[in-house]
């Protein structure tokens, strides 16, 4: 069946860099754009972008644009996402998920989320 | 930006009830409106997409309607698994965006 597994739990210091991954499996990796989503503790879901898997191509969000990079490993198909200049306000679990079929903004399945937090 | 707002939020109902949760668009986005469901400690998973269309696998007593800036997600028969956070989206235009969400609990 469709999965997303994402990379483990990360702690680090204001002003670092993050990278989380994701790898897709149950399906053909580059037939479905791949999107990044945040959930900070107790709060809603923001949308921090999306990549095509077979291009490359991206689309962030402009509140995360000069700070977020989503790349692709096709050979281990494989999705990235970093995000850099961490705050506090960074702290949050991270998702991935997978565009549905026909549908570029709707989202399912997705990753089980990775939490990363931003501590001094 | 496109807002999304939510209600009620949050929502107390027994099992057996019919609920329905409202969330209206701060502009039209046609019928691009999604909801998910997201339970304590796990990832969301859709339930309706493009407004009206049952996701595959879902129980048939999820449904949605609206268009343009106004949408709602119908529980015809609450079920004890349904407690849980929902949350609708707009898929009409980057970025997306999502409710503040709806926490269903129980009466």
């Known amino acids: 069946q469709v999965q997303l597994v994402q990379s483990g739990a990360e702690v680090k210091k204001p002003g670092a860099s993050v990278m989380v991954s994701c790898r897709p499996s149950?399906?053909?990796?580059?037939?479905?754009?791949i999107h990044w989503v945040r959930q900070a503790p107790g709060q809603g879901l923001e949308w921090m972008g999306w990549?095509?898997?077979?291009?490359?191509?991206?689309n962030y969000a402009q509140n995360f644009q000069g700070r977020v990079t989503m790349t692709r490993d096709t050979s281990i198909s494989t999705v990235y996402m970093e995000l850099s200049r961490l705050t506090s306000d960074d702290t949050a679990v991270y998702f991935c998920?997978?565009?549905?079929?026909?549908?570029?903004?709707?989202?399912?399945?997705w990753g089980q989320g990775t939490l990363v937090t931003v501590s001094s | 930006d496109i807002q999304m707002t939510q209600s009620p939020s949050p929502l107390s109902a027994s099992v057996g009830d019919r609920v329905t949760i409202t969330c209206r668009a701060s502009q039209s986005v046609s019928s691009h409106l999604n909801w998910y469901q997201q339970k304590q400690g796990r990832p969301p998973k859709v339930l309706i997409y493009?407004?009206?269309s049952l996701q595959s696998g879902v129980p048939s007593r999820f449904s949605g309607s609206g268009s343009g800036t106004n949408f709602t997600l119908t529980i015809s028969s609450l079920q004890p698994e349904d407690f849980a956070t929902y949350f609708c989206?707009?898929?009409?235009?980057?970025?997306?965006?999502f409710g503040q969400g709806t926490k269903l609990d129980i009466k």
């Open positions: 989206q707009q898929s009409y235009r980057t970025p997306y965006t």
């Open positions: 990549l095509d898997p077979q291009s490359g191509g991206t």
């Open positions: 493009a407004a009206s």
């Open positions: 998920a997978r565009a549905i079929r026909g549908a570029v903004g709707v989202f399912d399945p």
């Open positions: 149950g399906y053909t990796f580059t037939a479905y754009y």
